[in-house]
């Protein structure tokens, strides 16, 4: 029985779905600084340095948006070339949206609802998020396509994890309100562990075959799927 025709596209559209929320509170901070909107205590930092912010957002949303249809199995096998295109953009966006990342974490004012942990955090997934492409651009190099996939979707799911940290929030928020302290840390970290959990487990659950750059069988199926 052959599977439904819509089936492959379930993971990207679900990934473009999770990228939405970060994705318009980016645009909407990108308005706010062109717009030339109120300076608050909350914003300051933005409008001191809007550059980092402004290459954060860019970044981190075209990443996560063109990322997503990497994920889809038959346009890689019918159409690597612009699987590979894709591949050399998402490259430099990855980079950019960590690299601003870290560099606001290091140097903007931390937020006054941000605990004092959410700081190493940061740079702990960001680091690690620059880490993952650095080794996924190596083994496609060296022509290791399972090993490139599996880093590659580690870093997409560190990058991806603002969405997802908007679904950990989200019942907190409706029952206490805006969380803080202990409660924001535990619900952040959740956000990035999720990701890094079912890419971890989509990478698992075949381990009897993959595919090679040649095309041929040889170890971790899975991979060939992510």
Known sequence: MSSSPTRPWLVPAGLVLL?????????????ELAGGAEVTADNARFFDSPAPVLVHIVGASLYCLLGAFQFHPGLRRRRPALHRMAG?????????????????????????IDDVLLTPMRLF????????????????????????????????AIGLGAGTQVL???PWMVLAGQPTGTPRVVLMLAGWVINLAVVEWALR???????????????PAALARL
């Not at 606001?104 to 931390?110: D, G, S, V």
């Not at 022509?143 to 580690?154: F, G, L």
């Not at 659950?205 to 170890?219: H, L």
């Open 88 to 112: 050399r953009a998402l490259v430099p966006l990855g980079l950019a949206a960590a690299l601003s990342g870290l560099w606001m974490t290091l140097f903007y004012p931390r937020p006054p």
């Open 168 to 170: 950990t929030h989200l």
């Open 19 to 31: 990228s939405a929320v970060p994705i318009l509170a980016g645009a909407a901070r990108v308005s």
């Open 125 to 156: 997934f960001g680091a690690a998020m620059v880490g993952c492409i650095v080794l996924g651009v190596a083994a496609i190099r060296r022509r290791d396509v399972a090993a490139h996939r599996a880093w590659m979707a580690r870093a997409y």
């Open 205 to 219: 659950r075949r381990p009897t075959r993959s595919i090679r750059a040649t095309g041929r069988p040889s170890a």
